[in-house]
């Protein structure tokens, strides 16, 4: 399977450098694309860039079988301007990475042409991940458009390669950035908080981040390992009289929870 990511910027070069370490797809048969000279010099010189590598995003694409857009929202009409006219929808799939770009305007970006005789709509997706797509991590979502179940179970299956990857409906998308993408945020502000506090408690700042991080990963391997929920987890810490449950009625008291819900529904 060929792979080619239309921009290798933090995403696009993440992405690739995951799925060279997956088992699905080797680095020999990924191809990245580069707009500016600049870029295209510091990768080529970069030993740790170890995938095909061109500025022409038509030579790039022709041979490929998933296409990934990984450029700004602003530049998805431009490249796919420059594409359409080598794709072939019946035996490739695109991925778009650009937030905010619906299947209605990318299925008007790649059908645009004044002598279609009938239009085949493309099969698309849209695809959403995190910043831990870095370290393999990321929470991401994908939602299809004009796919079938083989298509979608494939761009599924390459995207868990980078962490975790779930199927939604397209209206999900901007929930899900939320969520996931702005969530990687929010739970940062949290654990920065959690070490000031550690700090004001009498330990040094490396100490209390050594603390709070992995007491956060803690966390997180517990819900993931017993499959049980926050709530479970917090009764069993939350003895009757004891620190946790003052601690947690005063966070609540300064509106902990609905802070958190009016962040995520003010970021969708």
């Known amino acids: 399977m060929k792979i080619t ?11 690739a450098h995951g799925l060279a370490k997956g ?7 990924i191809t990245c694309t580069v707009q500016t000279e600049e870029s295209f010099d510091r ?13 022409n995003n038509m030579e790039a694409v022709k041979d490929a079988d998933v296409i990934i857009l990984a450029v700004k929202p602003w530049r998805i009409e431009e490249v796919i301007a420059q594409i359409r006219t080598v794709l072939n929808f019946d035996k490739q799939i695109i991925v778009s990475v650009a ?13 645009h042409k004044a002598d279609y005789d009938y239009i085949s709509l493309p099969p698309v997706f849209r695809v959403m991940p995190n910043t831990a797509i870095e370290v393999m991590s990321s929470m991401t979502f994908v939602s299809a458009s004009n796919a079938n179940e083989e298509q979608t179970n494939l761009v599924l299956d390459l995207f868990r390669e980078l962490g975790n990857a779930m199927l939604v409906e397209e209206r999900l998308m901007g929930p899900g950035t939320a969520l996931a993408s702005s969530g990687i945020a929010f739970a940062m502000r949290y654990m920065r908080a959690a070490i000031e506090g550690g700090v004001e408690l009498g330990f040094y700042p490396k100490e209390a ?3 709070v991080v992995h007491t956060v990963k803690g966390a997180v391997d517990l819900l993931l390992t017993n499959k049980s929920n926050p709530e479970t987890e917090i009764d069993k810490v939350t003895t009757p009289g004891g620190v946790t449950i003052r601690g947690l009625n005063e966070m609540e008291l300064s509106g902990f ?10 970021s969708k």
């Open 43 to 55: 990768l080529t010189n970069n030993p740790d860039f170890r995938f095909k590598l061109t500025r």
């Open 209 to 211: 981040q050594e603390i």
């Open 23 to 29: 088992s699905r797809v080797s680095s020999s048969d």
């Open 99 to 111: 937030a905010g770009i619906t299947f209605d305007q990318l299925n008007s970006f790649l059908t």
């Open 5 to 15: 990511i239309i921009g290798a910027g933090n995403i696009g070069s993440a992405i």
């Open 257 to 266: 929870t609905s802070s958190v819900i009016r962040g995520l529904k003010a």
